[in-house]
């Protein structure tokens, strides 16, 4: 598995009257094939899982993935490690199906006819092939996280970063994105609210009031949350 | 309200259309809007509205579509036709109205006959020779591609934000372009970062 080394890495931006610390440096080596990354909203877990892939640079510390620097070589990172948002409706860019999972693909195959079948392959594979020329403002809810997935995924990353990737979706479409993303041979690091979600991880990072609180094996994780929102 | 039928979803084809050259269908399109624009006769303005039907149906492009497109423009073209009858009277406006429909749908054979990834690489061509003076033709040609597609999305959000306004019983236009405009801005700061995460622009 990939390494994702948090180093002192923390965030505070300026405000009205000083700084606001989003991150408290925080030092975590991230070796797990899945790991989960839970808290109250604003808490600063996505700040977390967005450092992975430089969406955000931290002001304190670095972030380094198999030792790569993120904020240097940001492209270099880029090229493996994936992100999904939690909104799949500013993910996808392209009008149908096909073209944004070709947007994707665009830097690694330069050849306009091969990079279709590519796309139309990847389509296939996460059950969108009947799909591939329907418009994405057309698609469901859980279709349009799948087909953002298959964006993600079509350029075949290490390392994938969801960041509540089924907060918007239901029941059935939870299961399918869920079931997806832990089929993955790939590391996953899952921002969640989904508590049994993350019991499926390998390790779960508690985050509160811009700390990481807890980190551990992800049932005493999840434990030590519902105890700490209980008391 | 339909969101996609502001511009064309491209449907695959194998119609004369479908396999001209990107170059050819858009210097087709602006030579076409030019003439719309500049000739200013009634009779010429329902020929240019043959002229577009024709292709349409030359590409096959789904009567849905159009009807869409012709829709969304009706109802622009209504408020604009209303003023041009005030302003200039009726010929004016029924002329103003033809025209903007013909308009719309010749734009809409064009999308629906080109994939936007063969629009993006056409671009990248034209703009290629450009490098040496620092333009970037990706991200040219990306923008171009990103602010057409942006156009449904922006309707969709105009909806929920005009919506969510009638559910308070709010009918201020200020209560409508204030969370409008954040939403809009919002939802591009998004779209940026989600491009940045897909290492689109990196090269």
């Known amino acids: 598995m990939p390494t994702i080394t948090f180093d002192a890495a923390g965030l505070s ?64 990172v880029r090229r493996r490690v994936g992100f999904c948002f939690t909104d799949p409706a500013s993910q996808l860019v392209m009008p149908t199906c096909v073209e944004d999972v070709e947007l994707s693909l665009r830097r690694h195959e330069k050849n306009a006819g091969r990079r279709h079948d590519r796309a139309l392959e ?98 005493a994780a999840v434990d030590d949350y519902l105890a700490s929102v209980a008391s | 309200m339909s969101t996609t039928g502001l511009v064309g979803v491209y449907q695959p084809g194998t119609t004369l259309l479908h396999r001209l050259p990107v170059g050819a269908k858009l210097g087709g399109l602006m030579v076409l809007s030019l003439a719309i624009v500049l000739v200013r006769s009634m009779p010429w303005a329902w020929v240019f509205l043959a002229i577009a039907l024709a292709l349409a149906l030359l590409a096959r492009v789904r009567l849905g579509t159009l009807a869409r497109a012709a829709r969304t423009v009706l109802l622009l073209a209504v408020f604009v036709g209303a003023l041009q009858w005030w302003w200039y009277g009726r010929d004016k406006a029924i002329e103003t109205f033809v025209d903007l429909l013909a308009l719309s749908i010749a734009a809409v054979v ?94």
């Open chain 2, 110 to 203: 064009v999308s629906a006959t080109t994939p936007v990834n063969a629009m993006l690489d056409s671009f990248i061509r034209w703009i290629t020779p450009l490098r040496p003076i620092g333009v970037d033709p990706e991200r040219v040609a990306l923008t171009i591609g990103l602010a057409i597609q942006a156009l449904p999305g922006t309707v969709a959000l105009a909806v929920e934000t005009r919506d969510a306004a009638r559910a308070r019983g709010v009918r201020h236009p200020r209560a409508f372009l204030a969370p409008f405009v954040v939403r809009v801005v919002a939802r591009a700061h998004e779209t940026g970062d989600a491009l940045h995460a897909r290492g689109i622009g990196d090269d």
């Open chain 1, 13 to 76: 931006v300026p405000v009205a009257g000083g700084t606001r610390v989003v991150l408290d440096p925080t030092t975590v080596e991230l070796t797990e094939q899945r790991v989960g990354i839970i808290g109250a909203n604003g808490s600063g877990k996505s700040t977390l899982a967005r450092m992975v892939n430089g969406l955000v640079a931290p002001t304190t510390g670095r972030v380094r993935v198999d030792g790569v620097d993120v904020a240097r070589h940001g492209g270099a």
């Open chain 1, 122 to 219: 990847v389509l296939g594979r996460y059950g969108l092939a009947e799909h591939a020329d329907v418009s994405v403002h057309a698609l469901s809810g859980g279709q349009k996280q799948l087909l953002a997935l298959a964006g993600v995924l079509a350029v075949e990353p290490a390392i994938v970063v969801a960041d509540e990737p089924t907060t918007l979706l239901d029941l059935a479409n939870t299961r399918r994105v869920a079931d997806l993303l832990f089929g993955l041979d790939q590391q996953l690091v899952l921002v969640t609210h989904d508590l049994d979600l993350a019991r499926r991880c390998d390790r779960v990072l508690v985050v509160e009031g811009a700390r990481v609180r807890y980190d551990g094996a992800a049932d």
